[in-house]
């Protein structure tokens, strides 16, 4: 748990690492749009993700977690899968459905964290089940980046997966949120 002073700190580690990251996505979409370097893409998105492990992890371990951090970190992860969703439709058409759900969880998430932020003064860490969906997120798109010709059925599938992972999070979080927002009152 951050201490007061840390909650407040701008630079740190893993606010770098995570501005790192929203740095790679366009090397990442011009690698897969651009030059359709899939491989080197999929590479491209790996080094992403482990610096966003790496950045939980200093941050925990170091006590270096802030306010800002808590932002960023999020951030980075859904400005990368929002932006990759958006280069593998070049290739399945499929994806858009897990592309919009994502949009439209995020978009009620930002709301529903504002009002959060305001009744309750706290900035909250993502919860397991955020990170359990962006795992399975990566995952889907990673397997279409590096498995060109994926049958449509496995894609559809995996979207599916996809789908059902961001749901079941987005009634996790709105529970938990709500929660907070009554014990506010």
């Known amino acids: 748990m951050a201490n007061q002073g840390n909650a407040k700190r701008i630079v740190t580690v893993p606010n770098l690492l995570s501005a790192f990251r929203i740095l790679l996505i366009p090397v990442i979409v011009w690698l897969y749009c651009g030059r359709a370097d899939y491989p080197l893409a999929a590479c491209v998105l790996v080094l992403s993700g482990m610096t966003d492990v790496a950045d939980g992890f200093i941050?925990?371990?170091?006590?270096?977690?802030?306010?800002?951090?808590?932002?960023?970190?999020p951030i980075a992860d859904k400005l990368t899968q929002t932006a990759m969703l958006g280069?593998?439709?070049?290739?399945?058409?499929?994806?858009?459905?897990?592309?919009?759900?994502?949009?439209?969880?995020?978009?009620?998430?930002?709301?529903?964290?504002?009002?959060?932020?305001?009744?309750?003064?706290?900035?909250?860490?993502?919860?397991?089940?955020?990170?359990?969906?962006?795992?399975?997120?990566?995952?889907?798109?990673?397997?279409?980046?590096?498995?060109?010709?994926?049958p449509r059925l496995w894609s559809v599938s995996l979207v599916w997966l996809g789908v059902a992972a961001v749901l079941i999070s987005l009634g996790?979080?709105?529970?938990?949120?709500?929660?907070?927002?009554?014990?506010?009152?």
């Open 59 to 73: 941050a925990r371990r170091f006590h270096m977690v802030s306010d800002l951090g808590k932002v960023l970190d």
């Open 87 to 150: 280069c593998l439709l070049t290739r399945f058409d499929t994806v858009w459905w897990l592309l919009g759900v994502l949009v439209a969880k995020e978009t009620a998430m930002a709301v529903m964290g504002l009002l959060v932020i305001r009744r309750t003064g706290g900035v909250y860490s993502a919860a397991w089940h955020g990170k359990l969906a962006a795992c399975v997120l990566y995952a889907v798109i990673f397997t279409h980046i590096v498995w060109y010709g994926i």
């Open 172 to 185: 996790l979080y709105v529970m938990d949120n709500l929660r907070r927002i009554q014990v506010a009152k």
